[in-house]
């Protein structure tokens, strides 16, 4: 007997193997386009798990920023309802921007929460108001020179055009 | 194709000044406006005179711009009749301008810096109300500044053996209220009238 068959076919076949062969040739390999049978059951859920995701951390941020956003509108609106009725407004708010100024131990805790709420906004105006206050008196100084001077001027030559001699009309003006 | 050649460029060379004049009209009207409204600026230029600073005993130099005389404007109180007098004296003032020089001796500035103001003066717009000439006491000349009916500016230019001051007030200026104001207002006297005078030179 001959084992060439087994290798390659070649030969005489033995009759078991013969046998054995068309026994097993139904299930050999035989070439197909391959078919998702439609009855198998997709999930449909997975598809929809990253869009789902990707909104529920969108809700999520959007949750986040409003409260972010209550919380900030609400400590803003805070101060200006409590500044509301007290008695003199305008010097409250100047007052304790100064205090802030010196490094004074803080005392009160309800005192500094709201101090460090305004503190900023406090010292820059009462900086800029200062400032302005300054300018405008340095401002007011000149311009009472500049005018003092015009109008002496204006009337020394309102003097000399009509005649008079410069001083007596401006002793006669003091002493009336 | 050559016969249409022609008659298709030249709407475009056409076309090409014509887009050109008016921007080129547009800008020179602008510029005119513009030269036009600066020469009708009652503002002096008073940098000339700078150089009299170091040669001066005393001087005083107000530079009040149409932002600091509202500042200024501010500070005046409503409740003192004098200070209301001057706030309402700012009213639409935009600016006091005033170079005034004391000198030690005579000839200190030439008549070229008297010059630089007084050329200003003779500009469009600008006529002069008073001139008084006096070897002894100086000159005093007074000008303003028409736009229309109005009062637009006031110069007044007070040269002296020792002294030379010139005030320059830009905006609409009441003569009435401004002449008014000496001795009333409680700032330092500066004792300009009542210095010594000398001879003339």
């Known amino acids: 007997m001959n084992d060439d068959y087994l290798w390659d076919k ?27 049978p439609r009855d198998v059951p997709v999930s449909t859920r997975r598809k929809y798990f ?7 951390t969108l809700l999520v941020a959007l ?11 609400s400590n ?10 007290e008695a003199p407004p305008a010097e409250k708010v100047v007052v304790p921007v100064e205090h802030e100024q010196t490094p004074e131990p803080e005392k009160n805790n309800l005192v500094i929460n709201r101090k460090h709420r305004s503190r900023p906004s406090a010292v820059v105006l009462a900086k800029r108001e200062r400032e302005e206050r300054e300018e405008a008196l340095a401002a007011k100084e000149q311009l009472m020179v500049a005018l003092r001077l015009a109008s002496e001027k204006l009337n020394l030559a309102h003097r000399r055009a009509q005649g008079f001699p410069a001083n007596q009309i401006k002793n006669q003006h003091r002493v009336g | 194709m050559k016969t249409t050649e022609p008659s298709a460029v030249a709407p475009g060379k056409s076309s090409k000044p014509s887009t050109l004049i008016t921007p080129l009209l547009a800008v020179l009207l602008i510029l005119s406006l513009a030269f036009v409204t600066k020469a009708q600026d009652s503002r002096i ?25 509202k500042i200024a404007a501010r500070a005046f109180s409503d409740k003192d009749i004098d200070e209301k007098k001057i706030k309402d004296l700012l009213t639409g003032v935009k600016g006091v301008y005033v170079k005034s020089f004391e000198f030690e001796t005579d000839g200190q500035y030439s008549p070229a810096d008297v010059e630089s103001i007084r050329s200003q ?9 008073v001139g008084v000439t006096s070897k002894k006491d ?15 500016g006031l110069a007044v230019l007070h040269t002296d053996n020792r002294e030379l001051t010139v005030v320059n007030i830009v ?16 700032i330092p006297d500066l004792e300009i009238e009542r210095k010594p005078k000398t001879k003339s030179n």
């Not at chain 1, 990253?50 to 529920?56: D, F, G, R, S, V």
Request: no cysteine.
């Open chain 1, 10 to 36: 070649s030969g005489e076949p033995d009759p078991q193997v013969q046998e054995l062969e068309e026994i097993l040739g139904s299930l050999r390999y035989q070439p197909k386009p391959f078919e998702i």
């Open chain 1, 50 to 56: 990253p869009l789902l995701a990707i909104a529920a």
């Open chain 1, 63 to 73: 949750l986040v920023a409003g409260v972010w956003f209550r919380m900030r509108t």
């Open chain 1, 76 to 85: 803003n609106s805070q101060p200006q309802q409590a500044r509301v009725p």
């Open chain 2, 45 to 69: 230029q008073l940098s000339s005179l700078d150089h009299l600073a170091a040669k001066a005993s005393q001087t005083v130099d107000v530079n009040i711009d149409e932002r600091l005389v």
């Open chain 2, 121 to 129: 003066l003779r500009g469009p717009g600008w006529s002069r109300l």
């Open chain 2, 138 to 152: 100086g000159n005093v000349e007074v000008y303003l500044l028409f736009q229309g009916e109005q009062v637009a």
């Open chain 2, 171 to 186: 905006g609409p200026v009441d003569l009435d209220k401004l002449a008014n104001l000496e001795g009333q207002l409680g």
